[in-house]
C-alpha cells in the first residue's frame, strides 16, 4: 500500500496513532506545562513546487505567508506568539538573497505581531522545503477547540473571504486585472500575498466573553446588553467564560465549517449571503464564482467562531470590516449552504473539495 | 552569489541577522516564558541521501535517531523534554509501512525518556524529508550553555566516543565485521543506529553542582569532599548554583571543544589517552584510527561539559561506562590534543574538519 493510495487524511489518521489522544486534532496541539499555562505548538511544512512557486510567489512573500500561516493557527487556538523556529532545505545553487529575501519576509510578519525567529537549522536539499514551527502561550480557559460548538451557536467570520483566491487568479492570469477597477487588484493580490493573521481577535474577544459571563454567572460587572437569555453552554468547571469552538480559514471557509462540526458532533447552516466578499466581486465574479471563491478559495486566514449569538452579534460589531454571523450550528451532522433569495436550492458541503496532497 | 560559495556556516552567520542575539549559539534557543521557568526549542532537519539512507539505515532507525538528536539538544541545554513536533514531507510512492515504522522508531525512542509526538504536518514533496522540533523546560539557572567555560575548567565527556562512527562504517562494509569479536560488531552498530540522549546525566550533574554550590556559599549540606579551594566561578546572581558551559558531541567531540572554546573565548588541552574508546578498538583498529574515529566520528551524542574540576571528578565517577575528564580549559583560543605518552606531536585542532553542508 502505498502513500498516494490513502491520501493524506488516510495517512494521517494512521500516524495519529503514534501521538497521545487527548492532543490530535485541532490547528496546534496544547501542552500544560504548568497549572495557569499552556504552551501551544503547531507545524508547517512548505515544498517548493507544491506549496508556493516562483511565479506566483517572491521569497519575500513566501516567507511572509509560511509565517502568517502558523502565527494563524496559533491565533486560531487563542495563543500569543513566543516565537518561530525555521528549518530550511536548499540545494546549494539557489542564490544567497533568495534565502535572505525569505528571511526577510518572515521576519517582517513576525515583527507586525511582535514575535521571533528563535531557532533553525539548514541543510542540504535537492528540493527548496521550508518547515516552520511556531509556538504559543495561552490560559488553559481560552484555548480555542474545535469541538466545542453547541447547538443554536452563530458561525463568526472575522472578514470577507476569497480574496486570497482570487489575488492567486489575478497572479496566474495577469490579463484578468483589466476587468477590475484600480487598487482593487493590488488589494486582492496583495490579499494572497501578504496574509493577516488575525492575533488581533484575541483580545476583543476575551473582553466580549468575560463581561457576558461576568453577567451570567454574577462575578464583575453587567454585561453591555441585558437582558440575557439562558446559554447553552455551562461554564468549565472553574472557568470563567462561555465556550467557545472555532479554527482558521487556512484551508477555506467550506473546510473550517465542516471541521468544526465533524469534531463537534453538530451540523450547520451557512447563509451564503451573509459571507463576507471583496467589494471587486460584486461587478467582477457571477454571484457562482464568487461563492466558489470564498468558500473553497482557502488562505484568508480569517477566524471561524462559534459561539452564542449575543456576544457573537458584539464581536461582529467591534471587529467590523467584514466580520459577519455567517451561519448556526445545528443538530445532526449536515453543513447546508443555503441562500435567503431562494435563487439556488440548499447545497450539501462535503470536506471532499478541499485541498488534499497526495491525491491526484 | 549562491549558497555553495559561502557553505553552511556563511550561510548561518548571515541568517542570524534576523534573529534576536542572545538566542543563536547554543544547541537549542531559550525562551523565558515567566519567572523561574524556562522554554527550550530545538530544530533538525533531515534529507533522504543527505542525512540518512536506506543502505544503513531502516526507517525505524531513521526515526529513532531523529528523534534522539533533538532529545540530545535538549540534554545538551539542561532540559527536560515536553514534545516533539514532527514534520514529514514525502513523495505518493512511499510505502505507507516505511512511514508507519518511522513513526514507530520516533515514538520507541521517545517514550524510552517520557515524552511524546504532539503535533506534525504530512505535505507531498519529491524527496523525504524529516523536519522535527523539539522543546523542552528547563530552570533559568540550570541553562547549560556553551558560552560559560572558565580558565581551569575540567572537560568531561559523559561517555565513550568513535562508536558511531564505526558502527557506519561496518554497515558501509559488512566485510570489515570479520575483523571482531562476536558481539563487538553488533555493539558498534548498534551505537550507530540507536544512540542513546543523555538526559539521564541531567539530574545527576544538579545534585552534585548543587552541593558544591551549597559547601561554597554556605547553603544546605556541605560538599562530599571538603576542603574545597577557591572556584575560579563566582555564582550567577540569584544562582545556587556552579556555573557549567557544554553542548553535545554529536558533530564530533572535536567539534563540541572547538565550538564551546569559540563561545567563552578560551583554549582547551584535550589529552587523547584520557579519551574513552569502545573496547574493539583497542584491537581492531591503530591508535590513529581510533583516535580519528572518537575525535571527529560524531554521533556518539555524549555531553561535553566544562565544569571545575572538583565536581568533574565527583560527576565523572558517578556516571562511569566511559565518563571521563579529558582535558582543561586554559588561556588563549587554541585547542591542542596533547599525547601524554609524547609518541606523536601536539595537534592544534580545527573547526574546518567538521561536517559542512554545501560545501563538497
Redesign the interface.
Known sequence: ??????G?QG??E??QR???PE?VGDD??V?V??PG?S?V???????D???FSEITTSAEDAGWRAAAANLSDLAAMGASP??I?????????????W??EL??G??QCLQKYNT????????????I?L?I?A?G?AHPHRIIRRNQAALGDAIVVTGVHGASRAGLELLLHPELRQNLQQGDDTALIRAHQRPQPRLDVLPILWEILHSFSSALYGRGNPAPTPPIPPSPHPPLSHSPLLTIAGMDSSDGLADAVLQICRASGVGAVLESRQISLPDAFNYWLTNEQALEYAIYGGEDFELVLCLPSLPAYELVKKLGNGAAIVGTITSGSKVILHDQNAKNPDQVLTLGRGFQ??SQ
Open positions: 500500500m502505498l502513500v498516494r493510495d490513502i493524506e495517512l494521517l494512521r500516524l503514534f501521538c497521545p492532543i496546534a496541539a501542552l506545562t504548568k499555562e504552551l505548538v503547531t507545524t508547517d511544512v512548505l515544498v513546487g507544491v506549496h513566543l516565537g523556529t525555521v528549518g530550511l532545505g536548499l540545494r546549494g545553487e539557489v542564490s544567497v538573497s534565502v535572505e528571511y526577510q518572515i521576519t521571533s525567529i528563535v531557532g533553525g537549522d539548514v541543510v542540504r536539499s535537492p528540493v522545503t518547515s514551527t509556538f502561550q496532497h497526495f
